[in-house]
């Protein structure tokens, strides 16, 4: 058979492109494969970098957290694994070279911005108990700084009068997802990879215990490796080569705003909502976890409380009025980590999905230790706790 790359990567979110731009600056022969499906998740992502915050409960977990099981309260069930905050902090401070690079080789401006940080708001006891219980789980150099309720107005006042205090991360900024994405294509092309648009993977070719390429219509591409990040259709792709990835859509809703004048120093979050303000103005609010497959359509009711929840805490945003809703379909797991890397019996395959709420800050390390481990390199974080393997053991297929 005639090999048409080196790599396929299926997948052109902000994972599948990181991967790409990285594959290629190693001057690997690298084609990414991508269709624009409705709901990808870099849409539902509203770029805020809070490595620390996702891995405590501060940020879109509380939200999932309550959404999913609101009768069991608030408890340190919400904190991630300590090594998935390691990976996450350390793929963040990429971000400042990483902008100077993208903005060099892809000539895109991400909208790098570092702010005032992550404020999660206390409106209820409970809430100020689970900040503290954060704080006394942290390692003093994470940890969240406890603020009173006339201290978070001084950092934000705009702030409601109705709040108990808040816990603070001050390392906690923004990107824009969609440039960041688009950064990363756009420079993994100029650096000598193909980009094949419009072009929906059918199945993974397989061949007794080898992934050879990818079908599509009535034509198959063939190379070394391929790598599945397709996001939350990864468990659909993989299993055309019978290999089980227990990947599932969460489908998030957002709403953006008309823009204002500048109201938000940091990015804000509670058990309702998160709340942000972008570069030119617009309000972003979000954003439901809900498991509600590949329906990607916004509900009246998700959206109501969505923009209920952000008045509270913004009364200024009353008189303001929505400029977009929309919604997006984030690739979940059951422990909320990512799957990375090769999986058991199977080779010239590797998976780079399942980032959730995760996806754009953990994109630069992801991209690394995916290229690293295709070209044995060493890694730059280990894969064990990633890879697909801690779920039930892959049913494999016996092939004649």
């Keep these: 058979m005639n090999r048409s790359a080196e790599v396929i990567v299926v997948g052109g979110g902000v994972i599948g492109s990181a991967v790409a731009f990285e594959l290629a600056r190693r001057s690997v022969d690298v084609l990414l494969v991508d269709k624009t499906l409705p709901g990808r998740a870099t849409s539902a992502s509203a770029g805020g970098l809070w490595p620390v915050g996702e891995a405590v409960g501060m940020g879109c977990g509380i939200i999932h957290h309550q959404s999913h099981s609101p009768s069991e309260g608030l408890n340190d069930a919400l904190l991630l694994p300590t090594s998935f905050r390691d990976f996450l902090t350390q793929s963040n401070s990429y971000f400042p070279e990483l902008a100077q690079e993208l903005n060099e080789f892809g000539g895109m401006d991400i909208e790098y911005e570092p702010g005032a940080g992550l404020m999660f708001l206390f409106f209820t006891e409970e809430e100020k108990q689970f900040g503290h219980l954060i704080v006394d789980r942290m390692p003093p150099e994470v940890r969240p700084q406890i603020l009173s309720p006339t201290e978070a107005r001084e950092v934000e006042p705009c702030l409601t009068n109705d709040l108990l205090g808040a816990a603070r991360l001050a390392e906690e900024h ?227």
């Design 174 to 400: 923004q990107v824009n997802p969609m440039w960041l994405a688009e950064g990363y294509k756009r420079a993994a092309i100029n650096l000598g990879a193909r980009f094949r648009h419009e072009t929906r993977v059918a199945k993974l070719c397989r061949s007794g215990e080898r992934i050879v390429g990818i079908e599509f219509e009535d034509e198959q591409l063939f190379s070394d490796m391929v790598v599945n990040a397709a996001g939350a259709w990864a468990g659909t792709l993989a299993s055309t080569a019978d290999l089980r990835l227990p990947i599932f859509p969460v489908r998030g809703q957002i709403v953006l705003t008309q823009s204002v004048p500048h109201i938000l120093n940091a990015c804000l979050s509670n058990s309702g909502c998160y709340i942000l303000q972008k570069k030119h103005g617009e309000v972003l609010i979000g954003s439901t976890t809900e498991n509600a497959g590949f329906d990607v359509s916004v509900t009246p009711e998700s959206i109501t409380h969505l923009v209920s929840a952000a008045v509270r805490t913004l009364p200024c945003l009353r008189e303001v009025g929505i400029k977009r809703v929309w919604s997006g379909l984030r690739p979940g797991t059951q422990d909320e980590l990512p799957i990375l890397g090769p999986m058991e019996g199977v080779a010239g395959y590797m998976n780079a999905t399942g980032g959730f709420r995760t996806g754009v800050v953990a994109s630069p390390l992801t991209g690394r230790v995916i290229a690293q481990q295709i070209t044995g390199e060493s890694l730059d974080f280990p894969l064990e706790c990633f890879l697909a393997e801690r779920f039930a053991p892959v049913q494999k297929t016996v092939r004649i």
